[in-house]
């Protein structure tokens, strides 16, 4: 062993990188990790590997954002019942306190 090593030109992290993935730390229920760990080991996988399957398939099944053109479909299609049921509860309100006096 030398007496003294020269760390000058070294950098912290993994000594070999890998590929496609990076290091995180995130903070995750309880209930959540105990969950997929349980699920891992059945499996005979690893939790994480399995965490981020679903992840993906989460991602995948998932549209992407929300558009101008998707917004104006949804209103056209759900503002006529919104606005009947409203209509009709204004209109029990009224009678109703029509009915009081």
Same mark, same amino acid.
């Given at each position: 062993?030398?007496? =003294?090593?020269?760390?000058? $030109? !070294?950098?912290? !992290?993994?000594?070999?990188?890998?590929?496609? $993935?990076?290091? @995180?730390?995130?903070? @995750?229920? +309880?209930?959540? *990790?105990? =969950?997929?760990?349980?699920?891992?080991?059945?499996?005979?996988? !690893?939790?994480? %590997?399995?965490? +981020?399957?679903? *992840?993906? $398939?989460?991602?995948? =099944?998932?549209?992407?954002? *929300? %558009?101008?053109? %998707?917004?104006?479909? #949804? *209103?056209?299609?759900?503002?006529? =019942?919104?606005?009947? #049921?409203?209509?009709?509860?204004?209109?029990? %309100?009224?009678?109703?306190? !029509?009915?009081?006096?």
């Amino acid at each position: 062993m030398r007496a =003294e090593y020269d760390f000058s $030109k !070294g950098k912290r !992290g993994a000594v070999i990188p890998q590929r496609g $993935k990076t290091r @995180i730390s995130i903070f @995750i229920d +309880n209930s959540v *990790l105990d =969950e997929f760990r349980m699920r891992a080991e059945k499996a005979r996988t !690893g939790y994480q %590997t399995m965490m +981020n399957d679903a *992840l993906r $398939k989460h991602l995948s =099944e998932t549209e992407g954002p *929300l %558009t101008e053109q %998707t917004l104006r479909q #949804v *209103l056209r299609q759900e503002m006529p =019942e919104y606005l009947r #049921v409203l209509t009709t509860a204004s209109a029990r %309100t009224r009678a109703k306190s !029509g009915a009081c006096r």
